[in-house]
């Protein structure tokens, strides 16, 4: 049976204040673009949303380093590692989807071109060959 995301936090970090707080220390300047509403901030936001943030925030971190080796692997995944304006336009995106867009752009890389396919002769019985001939 799956947990619910309020036994999640419970089970991981024992309340929600210590989970903001590991948000909070992982969410630096190199990695996190800061949308937060100042009046309301990270207390507001569900636990689904935070423990999503929160293994999002580990795995770039494990992973790349920063945000900006995030953006170039996306654009180096790509082929686009010239393209100025691509990431450029990548690096207004948040960090949760930079990551889906960078996995994704793995999957697509691995999956082998398929050439193209020749054209199948169509096998023909002797009636449908002489048919074919006196038409």
Do not use: Y
């Not at 220390?25 to 507001?44: I, P, Q, S």
């Not at 943030?53 to 692997?73: C, M, N, P, Q, Y």
């Not at 889906?100 to 002797?126: C, F, I, L, N, Y």
């Amino acid at each position: 049976m799956k947990k619910t995301p309020l036994q999640q936090v419970k089970e991981q970090f024992e309340s929600k204040e210590k989970l903001i707080d590991a948000v909070k220390k992982l969410a630096t300047d190199e990695l996190w673009l800061d949308r937060v509403n100042d009046t309301k901030g990270l207390e507001k936001v569900s636990n689904a949303k935070l423990l999503r943030l929160h293994s999002v925030l580990e795995t770039v971190k494990k992973d790349f380093g920063s945000r900006a080796k995030l953006i170039a692997s996306i654009a180096e995944l790509e082929k686009r590692t010239k393209d100025e304006a691509f990431q450029t336009r990548l690096e207004g995106h948040s960090l949760p989807r930079l990551l889906d867009e960078q996995r994704a752009a793995a999957k697509r890389a691995a999956k082998p071109t398929k050439p193209k396919a020749a054209k199948k002769k169509v096998a023909r019985s002797k009636k449908a060959k002489a048919k074919a001939k006196a038409a």
